[in-house]
């Protein structure tokens, strides 16, 4: 798969945690409406929802990641930035949903606003990609070792946040850590 063969999202609305579920899948899975109905199972005696925008136009809240990857038989793993990404063992982690923040724009202008934003990294033949919705396209990381220097920069700041996407046997016995680290 060339790059341009890899499956990327672009945002629309505030539906980035939709686009970082379908990137990280590597297929449209998710949308708006499936989002939706998650978060009417996750609230249902709510009028207003309180794991969406309430003007309807996404901004969904980790509840529904979770949610939408257990309907797929996956898990996530929030990931504890006391570890280093060092103790990660990569090859059982099918992707990362990351929570960073991100600036508010109008069009061209940029607001001096901060809000939330769900991006998506994962494998696809070899190689690691930003899959981030606000990019025109999917940015090569690189190997395994250029992967956890871009993770290692994201999380950095301590408003980054990051999901491990793995599948539920993993999460189970807690093999996406490195063995030496299990002890710990």
């Known amino acids: 798969m060339s790059e341009g063969e890899v499956f990327h999202e672009k945002q629309r609305l505030e539906l980035c945690a939709i686009h970082a579920l379908n990137n990280v899948l590597q297929e449209q899975v998710f949308t708006k409406e499936t989002a939706d109905d ?7 005696q709510c009028v207003v929802n309180p794991h969406r925008s309430m003007l ?14 257990q309907s797929r038989e996956l898990a996530a ?3 504890d930035k006391r570890r280093t990404v060092q103790s990660l063992c990569v090859d059982k982690v099918q992707g990362f949903i990351l ?7 109008l069009g061209i202008v940029s607001l ?3 809000r939330r934003h769900w991006l998506a990294v994962r494998q696809v033949n070899g190689h690691y990609y930003n899959l981030d919705s606000k990019l ?3 940015v090569c990381i690189g190997n ?5 220097t871009f993770l290692s920069e994201v999380l950095s700041p301590d408003v980054a946040e990051m999901l491990l996407v793995v599948r539920r046997d993993v999460e ?13």
Request: aromatic content about 10%; overall charge positive; proline content about 7%.
């Open 136 to 138: 025109k396209s999917p």
């Open 99 to 105: 929570n960073v923040p991100s600036r508010v724009s």
């Open 112 to 114: 001096p606003v901060k």
């Open 77 to 79: 793993v929030w990931w």
């Open 56 to 69: 309807g136009t996404g901004n969904y809240d980790v509840n529904v990641i979770m949610a939408a990857l």
């Open 144 to 148: 395994e070792a250029d992967l956890r």
């Open 38 to 44: 998650i978060c009417k199972r996750l609230a249902p």
């Open 172 to 184: 189970e016995y807690g093999t996406w850590l490195n063995s030496d680290d299990l002890r710990k």
